[in-house]
C-alpha cells in the first residue's frame, strides 16, 4: 500500500500514546480557549512562545499548553481513541498530506489565503508556517589553498577530501544534489530520478556519514569529523556558533517549509486556524525568522528588512544571489515517501 511505511512509522509507540490519550481530561471534549501546541522542545519551541504564541496571547486572550516532541504515532493514537488533546503541531507536512482528512484537519479558514505563500507549499491539510533550506557547507579549517564552490565539489573527494556528514533521512537534499552533480538540470530532477541519484551517490559512499540526528551532526563538524555536510538552515547557523568553522556554498539548493498542523477531531479547530493565520502574518513571520535564522513563508515580506545578524544572515538562502534554489516537491515526496525510504535504507546497507 502506498503509505505502509508511514503507518509503520506512526504506529510505532501508538499504544502507549493510546493509554495517555484516553486518560486525558474528559473535558478536552468541548472547544476552549486554550491551545495546546506541540513542538520540538529546547530553543525552537521557546522561539514559538515568543516569536508566535505570545503575541496572539496578548491579542485574544488565548492561552497555550506546550508539550514536546510532536509525536505522529501520539496523532494517531488520540485520533483512534476519539480523544485529540493537541490542538497544533509542528511535525512533517508528509503526514499531513498523506493523511489529510483521516488524521489531520483540512483547512477551511478564508483568513489562510494561499495566495500569500510561495507557489508549491501549500496543502489543503497545511499551509507553511516558515521557510528553510538543506545548506552545503565546508570546513574551512580543513581547506587551505582550494575550496569548494558548487554542489559537484560535494562530490569530487580526490580534490576535497574528507567525510560528508548529511542526515540519515532521504529528504535531506542529498538526493537533489547528486542528480544536479549528475547533469540533470534543475527544472527536471522531478519526478526524481531515484536510481540515478543512488549511483551517484555510490561513487562517494565510503565518505558518507549518516547522522542519526541534527545534534550528531553539529557534535561531528564542531569535532571536524567532517570537512562538509548538508543540514538545515538553523542547525547550519548553531553548529557554526558553537565553533565550526563553516562557510556555505551559494550554487544549488533545496529549500523546503515548516508546517503547523491540526490534528483531526480537536474541539479547537476554528481556533487553532485563527491562530495559524494570525502567526504567518508578517509581523508575526518577521520576527520568528529574526530569532531563527530562517525565512518567512509569506511571499509579501521583504526578506531583506528582517534585522538577521550576520551569521543569520551568512546561511540564509532566501537573500539575494544566493544561487539556484529548488523547492522540494511536495506532491511527489508525498506520494513516493514509502517507495524512497525502504530503497534508502536497503542501498545504505548494500
Known sequence: MRHNHLRTLIATGALLA??????ADSSTSAATDTLT????????????????????????????????????AQVKAMVASGKTVW??????????????GELYEKLDDPQLDRSKFPEGTTHDCFVPT???????????????????????????????????VVHDYPKSGLLEAALIADGVPPDQVYPLDLERALRKLDTIKPHLVFAPSYGAIQQMMVDKQGSMVLTVTARSIVTAQSGANLKPVWDFTTVDIGA???PKGTPNKKLAQEALAFITEPEQAKAYAEL???????????????????????????????????????PWWIENTDAVVKRWTSWKVS
Open 130 to 164: 516558515y521557510r528553510y533550506a538543506n545548506v552545503f557547507s565546508y570546513n574551512a579549517d580543513m581547506f587551505e589553498d582550494e575550496v569548494p564552490t558548487k554542489i559537484e565539489d560535494f562530490f569530487d573527494v580526490e580534490r576535497f577530501p574528507g567525510k560528508r
Open 87 to 100: 490542538d497544533l503541531a509542528n511535525m512533517s507536512w508528509i503526514y499531513a498530506g498523506a493523511y489529510c
Open 37 to 72: 501546541w506541540a513542538s520540538t522542545g529546547g530553543q525552537f519551541q521557546e522561539d514559538e512562545k515568543k516569536a508566535l504564541q505570545e503575541p496572539f496571547t496578548a491579542k485574544t486572550g488565548t492561552e497555550f499548553v506546550n508539550v514536546s516532541p510532536a509525536d505522529a
Open 292 to 330: 531563527t535564522g530562517t525565512a518567512p513563508a509569506r511571499t509579501d515580506v521583504d526578506i531583506t528588512t528582517i534585522g538577521y545578524s550576520d551569521i543569520q544572515k551568512e546561511f540564509n538562502a532566501f537573500l539575494p544571489d544566493r544561487g539556484t534554489l529548488l523547492e522540494q516537491n511536495k
Open 18 to 23: 493510546a493509554t495517555a490519550a484516553c486518560g
Open 260 to 262: 503547523l498542523v491540526i
